[in-house]
């Protein structure tokens, strides 16, 4: 299977614990976004990497979130201290673009699903 | 700000019955709109891109249409594997990369 990758599908944690996620896109694809997604609404957005710098985040994005993407190629997204309000859907997709303003259609890998008890 | 609503929030129909979901968007440049399907707890899959208004796009039994405020999404003669949760998404123009998302419409197909 060529497609983006997550793992774990499923974490369950006491609040105040530290959780980390990681995701693989497509091989060849540049960019990889973050969003999270709670139950009956969509994916928002949390923040994005081109290569391995991170271009932008999200207001949603507290300090208590961190995202890597070393070496431009996996990533990992790392709560720290988590709470109740954590409980969500963790979505990765990644995309192909070329340029500041190109079209990229992205491609998304199935979650990793949280719960903070 | 960026902003997409989706109608119905849920639909029932019965094998066979067409129809149609709306997306509603407000953007400072539309870049592209972006239509999705995600079965219960799995990730967005990838249906269609639009770019422009006037496009129009078509996968088996699903056609895709754009205009300059709205995007259709229209079902004819579905069958209960077309059962999921369909999601709308925009894309502006600027700096910004990140989509945004509509809430989606989940769509039952009765047998």
């Known amino acids: 299977d060529t497609g983006v990758s997550q793992d774990p599908r499923h974490k369950i944690t006491k609040r105040g614990q530290n959780v980390t996620f990681r995701c693989d896109p497509i091989?060849?694809?540049?960019?990889l976004y973050w969003y999270r997604q709670t139950l009956g609404q969509g994916p928002e957005f949390l923040t994005y990497?081109?290569?391995?710098?991170?271009?932008?985040k999200s207001r949603l994005l507290s300090d208590r979130f961190s995202a890597e993407r070393p070496k431009g190629s996996f990533s990992t997204l790392e709560i720290q201290r988590t709470e109740q309000g954590d409980s969500a859907m963790y979505l990765c997709?990644?995309?192909?673009?070329?340029?500041?303003?190109?079209?990229?259609?992205?491609?998304f890998g199935p979650g990793t699903r949280l719960t903070v008890l | 700000e960026d902003q997409v609503t989706q109608s119905p929030e849920a639909l029932r129909l019965q094998e066979g019955e067409s129809s149609s979901l709306n997306c509603s968007y407000t953007v400072s440049g539309l870049r592209g709109l972006f239509w999705y399907r995600q079965d219960p707890g799995k990730g967005p899959e990838f249906l269609f891109t639009l770019y422009s208004a006037g496009e129009e796009k078509e996968k088996e039994r699903l056609k895709a249409t754009l205009t300059k405020k709205e995007s259709f999404l229209h079902i004819t003669a579905p069958k209960p594997e077309d059962s999921a949760t369909y999601l709308c998404?925009?894309?502006?123009?600027?700096?910004?990369?990140?989509?945004?998302f509509g809430p989606g419409t989940r769509l039952s197909v009765l047998p």
């Open positions: 998404a925009v894309q502006a123009r600027g700096y910004g990369q990140n989509f945004v």
């Open positions: 997709a990644s995309s192909l673009t070329s340029g500041t303003g190109g079209r990229d259609t992205q491609y």
């Open positions: 990497f081109q290569n391995e710098a991170q271009l932008e």
């Open positions: 091989s060849e694809h540049n960019r």
